[in-house]
């Protein structure tokens, strides 16, 4: 009886300690952060390449006013408020060039703001 008990307690131990030993799932590399400054009347930088099903974060700074940085071909579109940064995950599934715009009207050189995508293979 008291044998047993003790098979019964030192089991429980050795599954605890497997459970606890059992390293958690290798944590998956952070995603790549795409820095862009936005200010009248520009992105910084004004291109950028990203690799075709890589997925990165996109990280939208305004120095000044609310800018957007929006993709049409992409679906992306991302609002930075004035003064603020904000980001968006994005993993592009095409190649070629894309022309980016600023979303938010922010003053007469609104129009030419415009940063170029390269997707690559
Ligand atoms: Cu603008």
């Known amino acids: 009886m008291k044998l047993k008990f003790v098979l019964v307690a030192l089991f429980t131990v050795m599954l605890i300690a497997a459970v606890v030993t059992v390293a958690p799932a290798p ?16 992105f910084t930088p004004a291109e950028i390449t990203l690799k075709k099903g890589e997925p990165v974060v996109i990280v939208l700074k305004s120095t ?3 800018h957007g ?7 992306f579109n991302l609002k930075a ?12 599934t095409k190649t070629g060039d894309f022309v980016g715009q600023c979303s938010v009207f922010c003053g007469t050189g609104h129009g030419k703001m415009k940063l170029t995508l390269h997707v690559v293979e």
């Open 27 to 42: 944590a998956q590399t952070a995603p790549r952060r795409i820095e862009i400054t936005a200010s009248r009347f520009q």
């Open 64 to 66: 000044d006013v609310t």
């Open 69 to 75: 940085l929006r993709f049409k071909d992409l679906d």
């Open 81 to 92: 408020n004035k003064g603020q940064t904000s980001e968006l995950p994005f993993t592009p």
